[in-house]
């Protein structure tokens, strides 16, 4: 998993007009919480927070944080980014601390690698599931869960029990959840109906 820096601001005042001064000043309003602490106010520059989700691990980067007082080399991942309806642009942010030896829940995206054979036989992909819910400890989150579809046959599926997971990495989805599946009808099938 990428680990990365952001430098931060604590702040003191909290509120519409505090966070609409801040946004007017090209800051943006957030906050950092976790298990056992006070949640903590802060402010960031936009363009610290894009490089720190930069990349492919994306918002489960570790992120270490610098000069935010208290909070400095406390490391953190994005628990939510709230944006702009129009603009897309960040509103606001929560930041979760993490403890580097307690298990946390993060979504994961889903690689497929290869083309499925049934999609060669003029099956339709389809991929139910971009993303997987799962559980393991922050420094072994995966950037992403890469499952091979070549083998992947018309009116077959592949379901989260059958997926193979990095060693200490758990999928919290239901294992009967399909992820990827090909929709459609065998040759065969098609023949006999025409």
């Known amino acids: 998993m990428q680990q990365t820096q952001m430098k931060i601001e604590t702040r003191s005042s909290t509120g519409k007009g505090i966070s609409r001064k801040l946004r007017a000043a090209g800051r943006i309003p957030g906050i950092v919480y976790g298990r056992g602490m006070e949640p903590v106010a802060i402010s960031l520059e936009p363009k610290a927070l ?31 980014i709230q944006r702009d309806a129009l603009k897309r642009t960040p509103e ?71 997926i193979s997971f990095p060693a200490g990495v758990k999928c919290i989805d239901n294992p009967k959840t399909p992820v990827v599946g090909v929709l459609g009808k065998a040759k065969d099938e098609a023949a006999a109906e025409a």
Not at 61 to 74: R, S, Y
Not at 93 to 115: A, F, I
């Open 50 to 80: 894009n490089a720190a989700i930069a990349g492919e691990g994306g918002l489960n980067n570790l992120i270490t944080l610098e000069g935010g007082g208290d909070l400095d080399k406390v490391v953190v991942i994005v628990a939510e």
């Open 92 to 162: 606001h942010v929560d930041l979760h601390r993490v403890n580097m030896s307690e298990k946390v829940r993060v979504n994961v995206p889903v690689s497929l690698v290869g083309t499925a054979a049934g999609v060669k036989e003029g099956g339709l992909l389809d991929f139910a599931h971009h993303s997987l819910h799962i559980e393991c400890l922050p420094g072994q989150i995966p950037e992403h869960i890469e499952i091979n579809i070549a083998d992947l046959k018309i009116g077959h599926a592949i379901h989260v029990s059958e």
